[in-house]
């Protein structure tokens, strides 16, 4: 049972989820994490940059049929699997759910984080680890894409999509609306938090 959060990079995804879990008690899941760690394993690569460089599209399949299994695994209680409803990738956008790993994972909820584009791109600025650049500058296409890439994922599912907007120094807030909705997700699934 998995509740996917998702964001472009900057929205703040990780922030909300961290304070979400200062309300809720629910296991989180990096599928970037997941992801690289078979990635180590099985091919040597240290980091995400270098998935990108040297991984054929095969290569890249194997390793999301890979990565979507040891989330399986996880999830055979609800948890929160971090991750990205799209990829900007040199050719445009990437999911993050192809269809062999959407059938694959029993997704029942999807989070969006959003914030404005102009607050995303503030935060970038300030972290050193984004590079930015081409469309991945271009907030609002990704951000619009994300919303038609969720609902999509919902209609394969049967899943709810619920948006939440994580403005400037309102993370907290936006937390308490993440743990909120999580709260309500696993009553709905007979859990209590």
């Known amino acids: 049972m998995i509740a996917a959060v998702v964001g472009v990079p900057g929205s703040g995804k990780s922030t909300v989820i961290a304070e979400a879990l200062k309300e809720i008690s629910i296991p989180v899941v990096n599928y970037g994490d997941v992801f690289l760690e078979v990635a180590r394993k099985k091919y040597g690569i240290e980091d995400r940059d270098e998935l990108r460089r040297r991984l054929t599209a095969e290569e890249y399949k194997e390793l999301h049929r890979e990565a979507a299994k040891k989330v399986l695994e996880m999830a055979r209680e609800p948890i929160v699997l971090d991750t990205h409803a799209l990829v900007v990738v040199k050719t445009g956008f990437m999911p993050g759910f192809p269809k062999f790993v959407l059938d694959m994972l029993p997704i029942s909820l999807i989070v969006i984080i959003e914030a404005s584009p102009e607050e995303v791109l503030a935060r970038r600025k300030r972290d050193a680890r984004r590079r930015g650049g081409g469309l991945e500058d271009n907030v609002s296409l990704h951000q619009e894409l994300n919303r038609a890439a969720a609902v999509h994922y919902a209609i394969e599912k ?11 120094g309102e993370q907290a807030r936006s937390g308490r609306e993440l743990a909120e909705v999580l709260r309500e997700w696993m009553r709905g699934l007979g859990y209590h938090s």
């Open 158 to 168: 049967g899943a709810s999509v619920y948006i939440i907007h994580n403005k400037e």
